[in-house]
Structures are given as structure tokens and as C-alpha cells.
């Protein structure tokens, strides 16, 4: 089994949801964890194992890391798309990910060339918005 080498972008909240889950994930190893802005994590001891770092720079130009698992601030989540979509890297990014026309223009046009984006939309499988939903739609409300 080959391993895939990836790095987590962002560890707020949903970050930490999302490192739960990809530490279970037997062929990926988390080369780097970036983090922006909040320095209190650098004294988080359930983070100390893991490579942490505030240069973006490091993980988008570092050739072994394919895969890109961006969880950060929603204002953030298109600029940083495109430039790991310019990086080629496969792509994880929580939604919303677009904030306006010129955005969907630009990563439509990365996309183009591979499909290395998968937007998550966590709730999509909820049975209680799901059930909310069908009343909303049964108009019984």
C-alpha cells in the first residue's frame, strides 16, 4: 500500500473534526499542519507529533505532498484552492467555497485541466435536516 502524504489546512474547530478522521486512514501520513494567526495550538499537546507551520509556502512548493485538506476561514477558502490547484494537488476543501463570480471563474478554469477538487458538505447526509427539509418541502409548514 503506498502511502499518500498530505498536510492539513487549517486547525480550528472543523480542523481538528478533520484530523480525527484522516489519522485513521491507514495509507495517509499528515506531513504538515498549517495554521494561521492562532498561536495557542503550538502548546496544544495533541498537536506536538505533527510538522506545525504558518509559511503556506512550504506545503504548496513541497512536490511530496499531493493531497491538501483545506479547512480554514470560508473568506479563505478560494484563494487557497487556487493556488494548490495551480500546484496540482489533489484537493479537500470545506464548503462554501466560493465567495463571488470571479472566484468560480478562476477555479473553473484550474479545474478544467484536472479534477482535483472535492467540496465537502458535511450535513449532506443528516437525517434531521434531511427530515426538516421534507416538511419544508411539503409546503405542511
Given at each position: ?14 480542523g ?20 494561521q494567526?492562532n ?87 443528516s437525517?434531521?435536516?434531511n ?11
Amino acid at each position: 500500500m503506498k502511502v499518500k502524504i498530505t498536510s492539513l489546512i487549517g486547525i480550528g474547530y472543523w480542523g481538528k473534526v478533520h484530523l480525527k478522521y484522516l489519522k485513521k486512514i491507514k495509507d495517509i501520513s499528515i506531513k504538515n499542519i498549517f495554521y494561521q494567526k492562532n498561536n495557542k495550538i503550538l502548546n496544544d499537546e495533541s498537536l506536538k507529533k505533527f510538522n506545525l507551520t504558518n509559511k503556506i509556502n512550504k506545503i504548496l512548493n513541497d512536490n511530496t505532498i499531493k493531497f491538501i485538506d483545506v479547512v480554514t476561514p470560508i473568506h479563505t477558502h478560494a484563494s487557497i484552492v487556487i493556488k494548490f490547484l495551480r500546484k496540482n494537488k489533489k484537493i479537500l476543501v470545506e464548503k462554501p467555497l466560493l465567495m463571488n463570480k470571479n472566484q468560480e471563474n478562476s477555479i473553473n478554469h484550474l479545474i478544467k485541466k484536472s479534477n482535483n477538487l472535492v467540496v465537502s458538505y458535511p450535513y449532506y447526509f443528516s437525517k434531521s435536516l434531511n427530515f426538516a427539509k421534507k416538511i419544508i418541502d411539503s409546503k405542511k409548514l
